[in-house]
């Protein structure tokens, strides 16, 4: 075994965290809290959901990556924030319970727009998406709905069919299966980020060693470990953006 690496307890809590490029302490939180390539990542969801079949209009996509930005990028994450902090931001609660209910409160206030405009069918979206953002991220009912297969449904497949039901008022075939893949991706999303969250956030060291089959030893160390994991997370929140842009250009300069 090897001395190990002590230093995995100073990890960032995430690997977007804390940028270099960001000089202001508050500045930085927020942006930790914002989680960029993970919101970015579901908002694009929410685009694909809508750009599946035509005609799109822009002031309902508009308005549905507007709520899910509130409600997923700003109120969830404040929720989850003042749920132990794993992010470790100085942010206080008080202002965490502001975000929260401030993005809550507008992503219902678009959501009953889009009723008046598209239906009924979307005030069922507003309630289930207002149940998925309290329970999940206050771990409510004893955290039975934060796992893995809830991740996937809430934040993978729950944009893509309201994405879609935005738009035309109703769900259909081609929405459902996009879902599908949105929950399997997320699913991935969820089976890459826990390992990378819990060595980030909650090992003190790493140690061992990895021996080739030439003989070759390598320490093994949080880096080598976070490595692989992070940037396979990169590379599918930036593919699915770069997807979810190219139905958009596609939908909308046909």
């Known amino acids: 075994m090897t001395d190990g690496d002590p230093g995995a307890a100073e990890l960032r809590p995430a690997y977007y965290a804390d940028p270099r490029f960001l000089r202001r302490r508050?500045?930085?939180?927020w942006w930790t809290l914002l989680h960029p390539p993970y919101t970015l990542w579901h908002l694009a969801y929410v685009v694909i959901?809508?750009?599946?079949?035509?005609?799109?209009?822009?002031?309902?996509?508009i308005a549905s990556v507007l709520a899910f930005f509130l409600a997923v990028g700003i109120a969830a994450h404040a929720l989850d924030e003042l749920h132990g902090r794993p992010l470790r931001t100085t942010i206080p609660d008080w202002v965490l319970v502001a975000a929260a209910v401030g993005g809550l409160g507008g992503a219902v206030a678009l959501g009953i727009v889009g009723v008046i405009q598209v239906g009924w069918v979307l005030a069922i979206f507003i309630v289930i998406g207002v149940a998925l953002a309290l329970s999940y991220n206050l771990e409510l009912f004893g955290a039975r709905l934060h796992s893995d297969a809830m991740f996937a449904a809430s934040w993978g497949a729950?944009?893509?069919l309201t994405?879609?039901?935005a738009q035309h008022g109703t769900i259909r075939a081609p929405a459902l299966f996009a879902a599908?893949?949105?929950?399997?991706?997320?699913?991935?999303q969820r089976r890459l980020s826990t390992p990378a969250r819990r060595?980030?956030?909650r090992t003190a060291s790493v140690s061992g060693t990895v021996v080739a089959t030439d003989g070759t030893v390598s320490?093994?160390?949080a880096a080598t470990i976070l490595g692989p994991l992070e940037g396979a997370l990169a590379a599918l929140s930036w593919s699915v953006v770069a997807l979810a842009i190219a139905l958009a250009l596609a939908r909308l300069h046909p």
């Open 158 to 160: 729950f944009p893509v």
């Open 163 to 165: 994405g879609y039901a």
């Open 199 to 201: 060595l980030r956030r």
């Open 180 to 188: 599908a893949a949105a929950y399997f991706l997320a699913s991935a």
């Open 219 to 221: 320490d093994l160390s």
């Open 49 to 61: 959901g809508a750009c599946l079949t035509g005609p799109v209009r822009v002031s309902r996509l």
């Open 26 to 29: 508050r500045v930085k939180d």
